[in-house]
């Protein structure tokens, strides 16, 4: 029997076999400076450096230091300028003082170490034969606990000091690192940077980034901002990190805390394996980020990218976590800095739209990942702990504070937080009790909800009307226990709002803290809607169980945004010809976008085909997001008419990257639909290839979606060939990664001779030594049905020490034990089951038609 590891309410357990408590480890003393003199060999991929960490005991008596250094040459040590024995075993480097330490009185140690071709910690980009055009780089990425990858450290971010950098490299490259640059020096054929930082942080917040960089500045009230880019990228970085100097203005007021640095710079990098890195005073991204003109049509990613990097330099460098079980406090806000960012420039509609959007990421994670508290110290890596919860469910629980206290309380708690914190070490309790020091209140109720422990509540709501006593009954029923069952529930008072058209609301309060409760409530007349979680700003999912006309009216006329979403995907659920009429409107006179993109999807629950004719006015929809979403939900539909509508747009084009891409895409949808009106697979397949070759835009978009077009043609040998082609190494490594990832989607339905073509393919891949290429190789293996991927997956595991890699594979072998657990005859239960779904759709559409044209006249009209 498969052992998934299941928690008592059915979700994956977080720890993984060999997860063990976690703690800071004992002090032997403070760090107050560490000096690193580093000459690196980029052609060579090498570095020589000189460490020197002053320490000053915490007792006397100490006779040994432990320093954390992974895969390095340490070549000697020196404590004062004394030699000193020391025993090295590839993780740790144990110093023997031949002198025992006296109490606060300082030492400084000295070791002289070596790094050749480090894996992690210290990364070196150079051309190569597939990739001729790269630019020559070196760069860091320190967290979590990377640092000790490229130079000896007390690696844990308990410890706090001051940083100093001293880099020689060939000309013509320049290094930017944490502070001020103090002094450069020009050699025959080097130049010395050396940078100082003089405010204390943690050794994974130090850094350097060396490249051929073009300089771009600007300033903020006289300090330096400036954007490092390869040269040719200037325009890209004005459009990317133009706003920085505002978004510092904003972060600054709305913290209650002025820019705490002298400089603030932000580099972009070639193979960056994350999307960026908050080093004090210096971020790191992904040159992944850098837009052009039609990239800024809808694109959030990169300006929330830079308010969410910018963001921690309050956050996790100023106010620095103790351990990293903590790193919601400052992931969260990070996050929730995107939220208030967006609200600032775009308007509250937006920053409500996507903080619901992080809230269903991490629900998604949540139910198909795993469940766990914020807080949490057992685990195998920290590395691990950085997921939808700290991030995502962080930022939800950041905006409950805020909703719970009202704005004032909320911003005057987060400066009594980053003034009582400033360069110190933070842990969970410290935000309570900033909290209660500020606004006098005791959140710990939530925290213990949302923070200390996994999940969230689960409700399903009813309502009804008693017009004989004026009595609204709202009945709430949390859904995630069982009946009986008290453990998991949550106890929260939540306001409900009774709303009528002309604009009045009446607000109730209630505590909803049992399985199933009843309320209700006195009204002079019947609400024309009710709204569950008024303002909506608690972390939940909820079912609305409600009549017809009132979600119609909740869709028109609630002034939140979020609560005619609700309504909209309520009434996708309920479906009929009322529904996609409500919603047709919706989708054309609805004032925000994201209402609109959300109307879309919903019309897309709906089984009639009167839901074409509903969807296609918002092809033209002003918005790129209303249009992608249309397209993507006409795809779904599965419906032959609905092919000539897509082609049109695919040859037409979109002023939106991501848009072009959505119709693109939508072609295999439709080409593997099974329908007897399908297009043929060979004319798909021209059009596919031609977009391959001819194409090309920022980050390879549009080209992705050919990619996901061919990876949903599961039972085509010719698609199969033609993905193959681009997992080739040249390919641009945007869609080299997209092909990649998608060879597990389209080996479902291959033969058994190409299910083994692809896992040769993806053996190979898995070969080679660039982090991200074997992410994707992961992710592809993690989809398949076969049992010879777990092989693979387990052969991973046995080489790789990697631990972030490690809990991949582990995880995708959890994933593909479940698939093949399938039996095929239930895989051909679905298919007949969606055949007699598309004839039951046109039965089902010529009654709601017939019945529109003998609808009785509504005399209440």
Known sequence: MINLGLDTQNHRRFELPGARPQYTPDRPGQVHHIFLDLVLDLAKRSCRGLCKIKLVPIRSGITGLTLDAVDLQIQAVQVDGNPQPFEYDGKQ?????KAGTQAETPIELEI?????????????????????????????????????????????????????????????????????????????ATTVYHWLQQEIHPTYLMTIAVGDFAELRDEWQGRPVTYYVEKGQEAAARLTM???????????QTYGYPYPYSKYAQVCVDDYIFGGMENTSMTLLTDRCLLDERATIDNFYSETLVAHELAHQWFGDLAVIKHWSHAWIKEGMASYAEVLWLSHAYGDDVGRYYLLGQAEEYLDEDASRYRRPLVTHVYREAIELYDRHIYEKGSCVYHMIRAELGDAL????????????????????????????????????????YVYRGGHPDYKVTYSWDSDSNLAKVTVLQTQVSDGE???????????????????????????????????????????????????????TVQLDYPLPELKAQLQHAL?????????????????????????????????????????????????DQVIDALVPGLKDPQAQVRKAVIETLAQLKIPTIYPILQSCVVAGDASYSTEAAAIASLGTIAASGLVDAPPEAEVLEILRSILTTRQGWNDVVRIGAVQALSRMKQSAAALDLLLEYTALGVSQALRLAAIRALGSISIGQTSANVDRILDRLQEILRESFFLTRVAGLVALEQMQTPKAIGILQGLLQQTADGRLRRMAEEAIQSVQERIGTDPSVKQLRDDLEQIKRENQDLKSRLAALEAKTAPVDIRQ
């Open 486 to 540: 008290t453990d998991g529930l949550f106890d929260l008072k939540i306001p409900i709002g009774f709303a009528w058209q002309e604009g009045t609301l009446q607000k109730f309060t209630v505590r909803i803290r049992e399985r199933e409760q009843s309320f209700y409530f006195p009204l002079a007349k019947k609400p024309d809607f009710v709204q569950f979680d008024l303002g909506n700003h608690f972390l939940k």
């Open 93 to 97: 480097v144990q110093i023997q003082l």
């Open 112 to 188: 002289h170490y070596a790094l050749h071709n480090p894996q992690r910690g210290l990364y070196f980009v150079a051309p190569n034969d597939s990739y001729p055009d790269k630019p020559v780089q070196a760069w860091t990425q320190g967290e979590d606990e990377d640092s000790r990858y490229w130079f000896p450290c007390f690696d844990y971010p308990g410890q706090l000091a001051s940083s100093e950098i001293r880099v020689e490299v060939p000309k013509p490259y320049r290094v930017i690192s944490n502070g001020e640059l103090i002094s450069t020096e020009e050699k025959e």
């Open 242 to 252: 133009g706003k920085t100097p505002e978004m510092l203005g904003f972060f600054s």
């Open 560 to 608: 939140d945004p979020i609560a005619r979403i609700y309504a909209a995907r309520s009434l996708g659920k309920k479906g009929g010809l009322e529904a996609v009429n409500a919603l047709a409107t919706a989708l054309t006179e609805d004032s925000f976008w994201g209402v609109r993109v959300e109307v879309a999807r919903s019309l897309g629950k709906i089984t009639l």
């Open 410 to 449: 909320f911003f005057k708690t987060i400066a009594t937080f980053l003034q009582d914190h400033a360069h110190r070490t933070v842990e969970t309790v410290d935000l309570l009790r900033a909290i209660e020091k500020a606004t006098g209140r005791n959140l710990l109720f939530l925290f213990d909800q």
